[in-house]
């Protein structure tokens, strides 16, 4: 935990090196983050997470076995190997070295990741290189994730990188690099197959053609060492592991921050006292005994509910930008739509991790942006919405005792961040719609426009 702490404030520096658009900071400045990162490396390898699961299924792939969904293929049945087999073949030279080494190299490719995907941002968001306040912010909003995510050694680290840089090159119209980047995301997690509608609604059929190969060809390599025969069904365990039967994995896994896992918390019986870790101290808080199978059903009518309310308002409103909005407007657009897109998966996934809300980065730099570009009530409720998720996750974390903390796990807080950031979204979407916001002559000029054939 002290490791964690002190990454905590040092992470933030971070933002402000990397972000474009403002005075140069020196380089005196960017090396001693540079070296504080290096040497906090050390301190984290120590502790990993996740990553030795990775490391040992690795290591018994290089020793001959090709099961890799047995419980004892990594570190026993709850930390048991559960990424498709590309994963594990892709980073065979990481599973050749020793594992100090291969740790600190995951880890500085984690650091690297993300100081990408906060230039990612920064180069969607040029507005916010215009104040270091609004990047503290955002820093203070996300940078707790970040930290969590270095601690843990997660995968999700590299997906959400992945997803960023596709995501950039979509905006940029460079469809090729953007197909195989989210092909290269789903076949590592799952859940981002959920951008596949929204590129369908934005009519980008290369795009979509092109993902579907990729993503084909990715899942077929691992045959280059399994067979053919052997690599399909390693996918079919894999699916049928980590998708259909997934039961043991939720009940034993990281708190649920989903709906799924909210509605559960919240509407059914939780015993915990079933985890076969040890790891069961976490409080009731529900409010009725609704059964599991029953709420499963209603996660996934309100999924489906979500999903496509929130591809109806983006399309909506994509249709009023390209009517009233400057070119220039249309990427900002892009940006937020995408930013809804982000939150969605987070809330609507089958399971989502405390450390997967580093994905917020890409909504908070969008909230932040508006904030700074306008000054009227739309721009102030960016503003407030993003500080209410800063000082909430400034706070919650100094809170001293274990049990308050595990309180505040099950009761949800990021899940309803998360909530809370997807509605300022939604809202700046709905108001882009407004004629008003702008003047009359749009009301005017969509009207016209309309008429025509």
Not at 82 to 98: D, H, I, K, S
Not at 138 to 159: E, I, P, R
Not at 372 to 390: N, Q, S, T
Request: charged share 15%; glycine share 6%.
């Amino acid at each position: 935990m002290g490791a964690q702490k002190l990454t905590y404030l040092l992470i933030y520096p971070a933002y402000v090196v990397t972000y474009l658009g403002m005075k140069k900071p020196t380089l005196v400045f960017i090396l001693v983050c540079l070296v504080a990162m290096a040497v906090l490396g050390f301190v984290f390898i120590r502790n990993l997470i996740d990553f030795p699961v990775y490391y040992a299924a690795g290591r018994s792939l290089l020793s001959g076995r090709t099961d890799l969904y047995a419980p004892d293929f990594a570190l026993g049945r709850v930390m048991d190997y559960r990424y498709p087999p590309f994963f594990l073949v892709a980073l065979t030279p990481c599973w050749l070295l020793p594992y100090s080494t291969a740790a600190y190299f995951w880890y500085l490719i984690s650091a690297g990741e993300i100081a990408v995907s906060i230039f990612i941002v920064a180069r969607l968001c040029p507005a916010l290189n215009e104040s270091k306040k609004m990047w503290l912010l955002v820093a203070l909003a996300t940078g707790l994730y970040f930290v969590m995510a270095l601690h843990y050694g997660n995968a999700h680290v590299l997906t959400t990188f992945l997803l960023f840089a596709s995501f950039y090159c979509f905006i940029q119209r460079r469809d090729i690099g953007a197909a195989l980047l989210i092909a290269l995301t789903i076949s590592i997690k799952l859940t981002p197959i959920l951008c596949l509608p929204y590129f369908a609604l934005k009519r980008r059929w290369k795009l979509l053609t092109a993902a579907c190969v990729f993503l084909i060809a990715i899942n077929l390599t691992p045959a280059v060492y399994f067979g053919f025969k052997e690599n399909g069904q390693l996918l079919e365990t894999w699916f049928r592991h980590v998708v259909v039967n997934q039961q043991f994995h939720e009940d034993n896994g990281p708190i649920n921050l989903s709906l799924k896992g909210q509605l559960r918390r919240s509407l059914s019986t939780i015993d915990y006292s079933q985890r076969v870790d040890g790891d069961v101290k976490y409080p009731a808080v529900n409010v009725a005994t609704i059964s599991q199978g029953q709420l499963d059903t209603a996660w996934a009518i309100l999924s489906a509910v979500l999903l496509v309310g929130a591809l109806y308002l983006i399309a909506r409103t994509t249709r009023y930008r390209k009517l009233v909005i400057e070119s220039k407007d249309l990427i900002g657009g892009s940006a937020i739509e995408l930013s809804v897109l982000l939150c969605l998966m987070l809330l609507i996934g089958p399971l989502t991790s405390k450390i997967y809300f580093i994905a917020l980065l890409w909504p908070a730099s969008c909230l932040a942006s508006v904030a700074v570009e306008r000054g009227d009530r739309v721009g102030r409720f960016a503003l407030y919405a993003l500080c209410a998720v800063a000082l909430i996750n400034v706070v919650l974390p100094l809170l001293p005792g274990r049990s308050l903390q595990r309180l505040l796990l099950v009761v949800g807080v990021d899940f309803y961040l998360n909530c809370l950031l997807m509605a300022a979204l939604v809202y700046l979407l709905v108001v882009q719609r407004v004629p008003g916001e702008r003047s009359g002559a749009p009301q005017m000029q969509v009207q016209s426009e309309t008429r025509m054939p």
